[in-house]
Each structure stands twice: as C-alpha cells, then as structure tokens.
C-alpha cells in the first residue's frame, strides 16, 4: 500500500495529520532535505512509532525512493537508538552522577560506520531519539549535525516528519479503541 492510499485510513478527526503527513514527506517543502533524507527519515520513524501498517506503506514507498543502504541505515538507526534513547535517558534522568562516568558498554558500532554519510545518519538519529524523548541524544545529534554543517531547517524538518509519523501512527493505533468508546 502506498502512502496515498493509507492517508485514506486517517480518520477525519486527525485530518490535519493527513495533510501534514503529505506536506512533510514534499522534497518541495522539505527545507532542503534531500529525497534520500526524507524518505529514510521517514521509514526511521515510523519504524521507531511501531505501527505495523504504517510501517508498510512507508517502506513501498521509500524503497522507490532509498537504496538498499539507505534502507537498511533507516532500519539501524531505529533499532540503535531504541537502545541508545532508553541508556542515555536514564543517564541523563537519574540523580546519581556516577552512571555519566561509567562506559555505557553497549555495542553500537553501526554508528560509525551506518552505509550511508554519517551526517546523514545522525539526522535519522536525531528524528527516532525526538520520537523516544531522550533530550540528551537530541542534543548530541544536533551537535554533531550543526558541526558538520547541517542547517536548522533539514535538522527542523527531520523533527517535523517524526511528529507527523508519530502521531498518525498513535491515530491509528487508538482509532479502534476510540471508536467503541465514542459508539458506548
């Protein structure tokens, strides 16, 4: 299923996500991100926001979009930020400062070398840990990015689809359970 096929599954109390998820995958509005950027920013976080479905129809269109590397980074940023964002939020949250000290001792080597530039990894980085709300990974990613030249508005962009991604994803993931409550 494509993506304008599945905006069709948004219900119309979430119409707004349904233009913005159209608006927000447009390399036209992109802010300069590249077809590649969005696209793999895209297939991160939805990945990242677990909605089967959407999932799906991301990826039918990402493939015509990304490369198997693309493809596969997208997949490797979700699943080590998945870890990453959980680790350092918890470093970041807990009062003890001895945990900032010890080695996380986690094997993240996909990180420095992801198959794609690594700026273009930290961007899909930077979009999965806005999703799982790790204010000490958003930050670091957006360091790296602004050294290596990224502007705010790709950097803002990026942070943009994760929102649409993850709202439409908790839509559809609630949309039944809203329906029954609203048919009692």
Same mark, same amino acid.
């Given at each position: 299923?494509? /993506?304008?096929?599945?905006?069709?599954?948004? $219900?119309?109390?979430?119409?707004?996500?349904?233009?913005?998820? !159209?608006?927000?995958?447009?390399?036209?509005?992109?802010? !300069?991100?590249? &077809?590649?950027?969005?696209?793999?920013? =895209? @297939?991160? #976080?939805?990945?990242?926001?677990?909605?089967?479905?959407?999932i799906k129809a991301i990826t039918t269109d990402a493939a015509q979009h990304l490369?198997?590397?693309?493809?596969?980074?997208?997949?490797?940023?979700? =699943?080590?930020? +998945?870890? %990453?964002?959980?680790?350092?939020?918890?470093?970041?949250?807990?009062? %003890?400062?001895?945990?900032?000290? @010890? $080695?996380?001792?986690?094997?993240?080597?996909? /990180? +420095?070398? $992801? +198959?794609?530039?690594?700026?273009?990894?930290?961007?899909?980085?930077?979009?999965?840990?806005?999703?799982? !709300?790790?204010?000490?990974?958003?930050?670091?990613?957006? &360091?790296?990015?602004?050294?290596?030249?990224?502007?705010?508005? /790709?950097?803002?962009?990026?942070?943009?689809?994760?929102?649409?991604?993850?709202?439409?994803? +908790?839509?559809?993931? #609630?949309?039944?359970?809203?329906? @029954?409550?609203?048919?009692?």
């Amino acid at each position: 299923m494509s /993506i304008d096929t599945f905006k069709r599954q948004i $219900p119309d109390y979430a119409k707004d996500l349904r233009v913005n998820l !159209g608006n927000v995958l447009d390399v036209e509005q992109a802010g !300069g991100m590249s &077809q590649q950027q969005v696209w793999a920013t =895209a @297939l991160a #976080t939805a990945i990242a926001s677990r909605n089967r479905e959407l999932i799906k129809a991301i990826t039918t269109d990402a493939a015509q979009h990304l490369d198997e590397n693309w493809l596969n980074a997208s997949r490797s940023a979700a =699943a080590i930020m +998945g870890m %990453n964002n959980i680790y350092y939020r918890f470093v970041h949250m807990a009062s %003890n400062d001895e945990y900032v000290k @010890l $080695p996380a001792k986690l094997r993240m080597t996909v /990180i +420095g070398n $992801p +198959g794609i530039d690594k700026a273009d990894f930290e961007l899909l980085s930077l979009a999965v840990s806005a999703i799982n !709300g790790c204010g000490m990974c958003v930050d670091s990613h957006e &360091q790296i990015l602004k050294k290596n030249g990224v502007s705010v508005e /790709i950097i803002q962009h990026a942070v943009r689809i994760a929102s649409v991604i993850h709202a439409v994803a +908790g839509v559809l993931d #609630t949309h039944d359970v809203a329906d @029954l409550a609203h048919a009692a």
